[in-house]
């Protein structure tokens, strides 16, 4: 009589080990602080909006976000709401910068997903997919997830490219939802963009490089140059800190608290650099990480 034979259990792979390149990249990230976490799964504990939705403002998702804006007070118009999201979307940005910097590979997000904290600032980006290239000396060039390999000079391209294809969809659609100008949209991406480059290289103890950067990536296309920020250094005390004046006012000053950021263009500059040394002095001094 023939036994039937033991069943076979099925079990999941570990996300390293079905996606070793973004697990990596993850891994080498997570010593530096991007202003938000980069998870490789979900959490039931955040409501996640993904690109689908942050693309669909007459969707209920992301009116619901839009309102929770407006209940902060951060967002008591069509366009003051637009601005607030992409301010917050461009800190997303800091997962491909960050892998730019620190691994010298470029990923491209293809599936995403983000959360927002109880205050409405980004909070989580969930990658759901991610394609990588970069260079040959890589340990990982030639995964499955590794699309090409490239050059060096090459790379920055391939970054200035990631970051576009990840943000146009969202400042496409705010664009005519909310009437808001795209050089606007692109001054609160390129706003969030540009404080990324600086504070990652920052930490790497090379913040000038993280300024350089930020410049020559928005040199690649006129649209962002117009829209991206002027990066300055301030000193204050023992330190000194690289500030900015956006290209376009978020209208925050539009909010009950009517308070102007110190980025807006609308404030003097006096007073946006007296602002700029009572912050730099407060500031504490850079401990560079190891990569």
Known sequence: MVQPSNPVRLTRAPAHLLRPILADTMAKLSAFDLYLRVVSRSTKRFDWFDAETLASPQGDALTRLLHAFNRQGIAPNRKAASASLLLRLGWAGGFAIGAYLICRRVPTVRDYAVSFSPTMLLQSIWIREALFVGMRDDRLAGGTEWVETIGESDLRTRLLQSLVVFTEPVVTTQHAWSGFSRHALWAMVTSSWAEQFVNIARQIGD?????????????????????????????????ARTCQR???????????????????PIIPESERLERNRAWVEKQPLPEPRVS
């Open 207 to 239: 913040e000038p490089r993280g300024v350089r950067e930020a410049r020559a990536i928005f040199e690649l296309v006129p649209e962002l140059n117009r829209a991206a920020p002027r990066l300055y250094a301030v000193h204050g005390g023992h330190i």
């Open 246 to 264: 956006r290209s376009a006012c978020c209208l925050y000053f539009k909010s009950s608290t009517r308070y102007f950021c110190a980025s807006c």
